[in-house]
């Protein structure tokens, strides 16, 4: 079957009512969680979209050259949490706010004013709506924008490839052999594989200021660096930063003062759409793979599923990709 008729055909039989490969187990990482605070704090929330950076990455550099490594692309790809890249996504947007020197100044001269700290967060509890004009707000917006809209475009362009590399692959013995194991395990194997995956911590330190404020090392040709991408594409100029973006900027400022703490992230780290978006895509990607027959379908839906619509859920803030349906 060529691999225009295997998408047609697939898509329209593998309505699956399944959750998707990610649901790993995130009871260790709550418990940590709940012992940190300060700029710590959103340094943790902010590895798992760190992860995945890397995990883009290493399929990038390590294109799949036969069935084992697709399926290790597979397993990595889809072993990302839907709730918590939704919350990552802010954290590391809060990181970025942080890490813009106009903006963490005025957070700074917030904090020397009577009451320090203590009087702006209150101010914040009262009225969030005024983090968006704080001096800065709208550098640190444009940071957010730029980097939403440059993370996407580089996701995009390894789904691009990795689609382009399935139709290439129905010219390959390997990938075309009929795959033993079914589609629905392999998607309980990918299950099993995010349930076990062993994450990285970065053990990021955070180091205060004489006044107490704190600003991230973003470093550059780094996994954690604004510049990962390696894009530089305009922002979309009908894109209106949303409530997802007041939620990093006032995350950003918890960030600068020190003084996150677990009901920030419970109120400004979360975001429906973000998670809508981030459950279809890896949905998706399952129900896509459980009608694959061949490591080529397999490539296709990953390049689709776990690159292209993730790149829409990266972009979306920034219109740079249509939030998931």
Same mark, same amino acid.
């Given at each position: 079957?060529?691999?225009? %008729? ?6 329209? !039989? ?34 798992? $979209? ?7 990455? @290493? ?8 069935? !084992? ?23 590391? +947007? ?20 009577? /009451?320090? +700290? ?26 957010? *924008? ?19 590399? !399935? $139709? ?15 589609? *629905?395990?392999?998607?309980?194997? %990918? ?20 006044? /107490? ?8 040709? %780094? ?8 894009? +530089? ?14 939620? +990093? ?5 918890? $960030? ?7 009901? @920030? ?30 490591? $080529? ?7 689709? @599923? ?8 990266? /972009?979306?803030?920034?219109? !740079? /990709?249509?939030?998931?349906?």
């Amino acid at each position: 079957m060529s691999l225009k %008729a295997w998408v047609v055909a697939g898509m329209a !039989a593998s309505a699956l009512a399944m959750g998707p490969a990610s649901a790993s187990s995130t009871v260790g990482k709550k418990a940590d969680m709940e012992r940190m605070e300060g700029a710590q704090l959103i340094e943790f929330a902010a590895q798992p $979209y760190i992860q995945f950076r890397e995990d883009i990455d @290493h399929v990038s550099a390590n294109k799949p050259q036969d069935e !084992a490594s697709m399926r290790d692309a597979y397993y990595r790809l889809a072993s990302h949490d839907n709730r918590t890249m939704a919350a990552s996504w802010i954290a590391y +947007a809060a990181m970025i706010a942080a890490d813009t020197p106009e903006f963490s100044a005025a957070v700074e001269k917030k904090m020397k004013k009577r /009451g320090g +700290a203590a009087a702006f967060e209150a101010e914040l509890a009262a009225n969030p709506g005024m983090i968006r004009q704080l001096p800065g707000a709208d550098k640190a917006i444009a940071a957010i *924008m730029a980097f939403s809209t440059n993370d996407a475009a580089r996701i995009r362009d390894v789904g691009d490839s990795f689609i382009a590399d !399935a $139709y290439d692959l129905q010219k390959v013995a390997w990938a075309r052999r009929e795959i033993a194991q079914s589609g *629905m395990d392999r998607v309980d194997s %990918a299950l099993r594989y995010a349930a076990k995956r062993q994450w990285a911590d970065y053990d990021r330190k955070v180091k205060p200021k004489r006044n /107490g404020a704190v600003r991230p090392d973003l470093v550059k040709n %780094a996994s954690w660096s604004k510049e990962w991408s390696g894009e +530089a594409k305009p922002v979309n100029p009908a894109a209106r930063p949303g409530t997802i973006v007041s939620k +990093a900027l006032i995350l950003g400022a918890h $960030y600068t003062m020190n003084s996150a703490r677990t009901e @920030h992230l419970a109120s400004f780290g979360t975001s429906k759409k973000s998670e809508r978006c981030f459950t279809n895509a890896q949905m998706n990607l399952d129900q896509c793979i459980a009608a694959t027959r061949t490591p $080529y379908e397999e490539a296709f839906c990953l390049g689709q @599923h776990a690159l292209n619509d993730m790149s829409s859920c990266v /972009g979306w803030p920034a219109g !740079a /990709g249509a939030a998931g349906s």
